[in-house]
């Protein structure tokens, strides 16, 4: 995209870098003075290190107690794939409550509504915990992830703030690879207080999760100056996301990176009791296993941090969504067909979430790269429609459910080859000019 020389960052003169890597090439602009505390400048590595937390409660609230969805439903009494649905709920929260929470941030500044949002998820996470059954569990994970989804959507949003075009795409990959040692470490831990404490424990570490970071908030700077910030009433930018909803550029971002969501998310809900009920991997080792996607989508946005200033950020977003439909191709074939064994579903759904550092960062960029003002909105709107397909991913699986992959599977098939289509609809723009 070409640099705007509008921009209001554009003249501002850069300080010690709060973000890492880029510094050199003074596309981080944070001079005004209503943006940057002292202790802010005191404590860049810290700054960045709590924008990756944000960014990483969405994940952390499910990867977590991943390993413990089988133990969960039995506890719980849950009928057979009602477990799926605390996803489900989860993800409910997380694409409603960013429809509230983006135009909010862009109103009002960005520090306010994540206060409130880590509140919320304290909330929720205790009520996770104290749970007696399953539709108590289901209401709270609602609670839960409408408090996450403010420190996401506002996160990406702070993005924005800083950075433009290519160079939001590169910082947004550089943020997801750091937070995804979160998802990665996460099942690992889940498994281990599975077997020493129990599931409750787990919820419990997100309620202390959720206190040290509003602790640690006094680190974080306000990145919305007033200049900046949206005059509109909040009925007004409700209104507005049916404008953005009707632009094809944000259109085609949000379908691409959407019908992806809905295959990671079949993949999250289903793999626990693909691979610990039907192939019998023990609950505590799942995390290895997990983990092995984590890995692949941290390689993958290496390589998209690394690739995005010369390739563009519409071209890797196309490979993605290509290699995520061939993987989903060949692994519903495979379990049609019952081949392969359990190697026949790790290592295509591992090329699948790998797919991840190529699409979502490039589609969240691309969607918000014209509408500076609006950032908040924007990132919400594509949120929502992101979390939203993963409602109907992960439901699809529990409803679906017969003891087998295959469900998993098809939904992750079809949602490879809808990003793929969707993807073609996109047009490559000039790269920014550093």
Known sequence: MTHQSSSPLENETPIAPVFPGD???????????????????????FVFAILCTLMGFASISTDLYLPAMPVMGRQLHAAPGTLEWTI????????????????????????????????????GSAGCALSANIWAMIGWRIVQATGACANVVISRAMVRDLFEGDKAAKMLSS???????????????GGQILAFAGWRVIFGLLVLVGLLTLLALRWLPETLPLENRNPESLL???RGYGELATQPSIAAYACTGGFFYAGVFAYIAGTPFAYIEYYHVPAQAYGFLFGMGIMGIMAANMLNAKW???????????????LAAVSGIILGVLSASNQGGLLGLVIPMLVFVSMTGFIIANSLAGAMANFPKR?????????????????????????????????????????GMASFICARFLRSTPKSRS
């Open 236 to 238: 007004s930018a409700f």
């Open 175 to 189: 943020l997801m690879t750091v937070m995804a040692i979160a998802p990665l470490v996460g099942p690992l831990v």
């Open 375 to 415: 950032a908040g909105s924007v990132s919400a709107l594509v949120g929502a429609v992101q979390y939203g397909s993963g409602i109907v991913g992960s439901a699809l699986v529990g409803l679906f459910a017969d003891g087998t992959p295959w469900p998993m599977a098809a939904v992750i098939a079809f949602s």
């Open 308 to 322: 995005v200033g010369r390739r563009g950020s519409v071209s890797i977003l196309k490979l993605g969504a290509s």
């Open 88 to 123: 489900s709920s989860y993800l409910i929260g997380l694409s409603l409550g960013q429809l509230f929470w983006g135009p909010l941030g862009d109103k009002i500044g960005r520090r306010r509504p994540i206060i409130v949002g880590i509140i919320l998820f304290i909330i």
């Open 23 to 45: 510094a050199a090439d003074g596309s981080l602009a944070t001079g005004h003075d209503v943006v940057l505390e002292k202790e802010a400048e005191k404590h860049p590595w």
